[in-house]
Each structure stands twice: as C-alpha cells, then as structure tokens.
C-alpha cells in the first residue's frame, strides 16, 4: 500500500493545514499503526475538532426500519440477506405504534434529533416516508433525519424540507465500483451518487457512511476522501464490517476497530466542520453504539445515537455517553442532561 508518499510527520503536518491526498492519508494510516504516532494523530483531529465544532454535544436516535429494503439480493453483509429468520427480523418494518413509542420514548429521553432509517426501495418509497413523517410529526416537532437510499423523488425532497427535514443519508459504502458490486449486487452505485447531487441541489445537508472492510484500507480511504465532491456532507460514519450469521458473509474476517478509529481520525483532517464517528449499527455490530470515548479520542463527535430501535430491540446508550463525554470534557445540548438526570 505504501506508494512512495510523505512520512508520518510531514502527512500530519500537512494534514492539519487541510491538505490531504490518498497519498498522505495512506500514510497517515500506516503510520499510526505505531502507538505514539497513533497518539499524535488522534490529538491532531481532536484538536481541528475542538476549533470548528467546540465541545458541543447532541444526542440523536435512530428508529429501524421505516421502508422495507426490496433490493434483490440484499447486500451480502447485511442481516436482511441471512437465512435464519430471527436475524432477519432484527431488520424488519416498525410498526406504526412501534413508530409512535420510539419516538416519545427518545424525546421523552431529551434526545432532539431523530434519524429515521429503513431499506432501498428502487420503485420509490414517496408515499410511505410521507406517512411517516406525518406520523411522527403528530406526536413531536422533533428534528428529523431520513436515510431510506435512493428512494425519494425530488418532490418528497422538497415537502420533506417543508416538514424541518434538513439531513438525507444515501451511503456509498465505498467508492470502489468492483468492490461495491461484490457487497451490494442488488444495488445501483451511480443511483446513489445521483441521488447525493440531487439533495445538494435541493440544499439538503448530506449524510454518508463508509464501511471499513469491504474493501482494502486504501479503498477506505479512497471512500472517504471521494466524498470531499459533495460540498454539503455534514455527517459522515464509519462502520466496521463484523460477520452476520446466515449471511452470505457469515465467515468473512471481521474488520479492525482500531482501523476505523485511524480512519475517522484522518476523515476529521479532510472534513474538520463535519459531525463524524463510527457508525452505531448494533444488530450488524453488537457494542457499535458504546464505543464513544475512543471515538472521542480520535476526533469523532460531536453527534452521537444515544438511542437505537429496532423492532424487537431497544439500546439506550445515553447515560453511557453522558458520562463519558462529560468526562473528555463535552457538554451535552440541555435537554438531554435534564431528562437524564431526572432518571438517575
Ligand atoms: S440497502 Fe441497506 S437495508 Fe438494504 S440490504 Fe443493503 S444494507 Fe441492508
């Protein structure tokens, strides 16, 4: 993987001024393997971290699943393509009374950002993501964050900005075409991009996550630097591929933490405004969700999912996270401390 680039030094300087290629990230990657340049590169992060976004900190929820994913295959590494039922389900549809408890159970929280996930449904998911924003909105003015794929029209865009909708996620898991096509065969890479270009037309902030391990680390890389095209990226996660039972991928090596965490490091150098962190994905990645304070040490933050709701299970992080992020010196958003310390 080493093409001749910059030493660690000379990258990390480099990088901390914002200049930063596949070249020195690669270096960067490699570098902090060792564990005092690993130490180096996370206080740079942190550091570029602290003087964009300060030490602000906003808890959010993310409720599974509100579309049905009809891509056919499912992607290899995800539950929805295993063969023993019960893991499945984990991905199967909220009902909408399940839809409705989540919600108030997060805000009752003091959680006051909701991201709302379901699957890819190619023909189009208008008219069932607009019932449930509706839902929603007739118990809580909460904000709202969709990341359904490619399956919103350019009129469900807009109405959706109507209803304080500001953030869509459409993730290209990686930015290499072969590599994409192996993991996710019932799906359309360039439909994701286009889709990304279209948000940004409609002025929506754009989500995005990554995987660590679906590729090499220089298509790690390569994926997070190929989305500096999109100028209004505003969250960007990592996640770290961890086998399924049943899947197709059930005996695949898992992928490094600690290599998603040097990641993330690097993409806070390449995007310092961004709210970065690892993705939170636990029925794909048990323990996902809890690994706050490392992401914290590396730059991450300073948005985090204190809740996740899956149809037949529900992890509360928040007491965790507050904690440890009032331990490396975050404060959290009122309202999340007050709901929290009323339950203490
Ligand atoms: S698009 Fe998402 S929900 Fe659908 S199979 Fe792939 S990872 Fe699973």
């Known amino acids: 993987m080493d093409r001749g680039g910059p030493g660690f030094g000379v990258a990390l300087e480099r990088a901390r001024r914002g200049d930063i290629d596949l070249r020195s990230a690669t270096s960067l990657l490699q570098g902090a393997r ?13 550091e570029a971290r602290d003087r964009r976004l300060g030490k602000e900190l906003t808890l959010t929820a993310h409720l599974h699943m509100v579309t049905p994913c009809e891509l056919t295959p499912a992607c290899r590494y995800c539950s929805i393509s295993s063969s023993i039922p019960s893991v499945q389900d984990e991905r199967s549809e909220l009902s909408e009374r399940a839809l409705v408890r989540g919600v108030r159970y997060a805000t009752d929280r003091g959680v006051r950002s909701i991201v709302l996930v379901g699957g890819t449904v190619p023909e189009g998911a208008d008219a069932s993501v607009r019932k449930t924003v509706k839902t929603v909105r007739r118990v809580s003015d909460v904000e709202l964050a969709l990341d359904v794929g490619p399956s919103l029209s350019p009129a469900t865009v807009e109405w959706l900005k109507g209803e304080g909708v500001r953030t869509i996620y459409c993730s290209i898991e990686t930015a290499n075409p072969k590599v994409f096509r192996r993991a996710k065969p019932g799906d359309d890479r360039n439909a994701r991009i286009e889709f990304s ?36 990226l505003g969250y960007l996660h990592i996640s770290t591929f961890q086998p399924v039972r049943g899947t197709p ?89 007050l709901q929290a310390a009323r339950r203490s």
């Open 34 to 46: 060792r564990s005092d340049r690993a130490r180096e590169l996370f206080a740079a992060a942190s």
């Open 197 to 232: 270009a279209m948000l940004e037309r409609h002025g929506m902030t754009l989500g995005n996550v990554v995987m660590n391990g679906l590729g090499s680390a220089e298509d790690l890389l390569r994926s997070v630097l190929y989305l500096r095209r999109f100028r209004r």
């Open 249 to 337: 991928w059930a005996r695949r090596r898992p992928a490094s933490v600690p290599t998603s965490l040097r990641a993330l490091a690097i993409a806070r150098l390449a995007f310092p405004a961004a709210q970065l962190g690892l993705a939170e994905v636990e029925v794909e990645d048990p323990g996902s969700a809890a690994r706050v304070a490392s992401q914290i040490r590396a730059g991450g933050g300073n948005t985090f999912a204190g809740i996740l709701i899956y149809r037949g299970r529900r992890v509360d992080h928040v007491e965790q996270i507050l904690r440890e992020a009032s331990g490396a010196g975050f404060v959290v958003r009122a309202g999340a401390v």
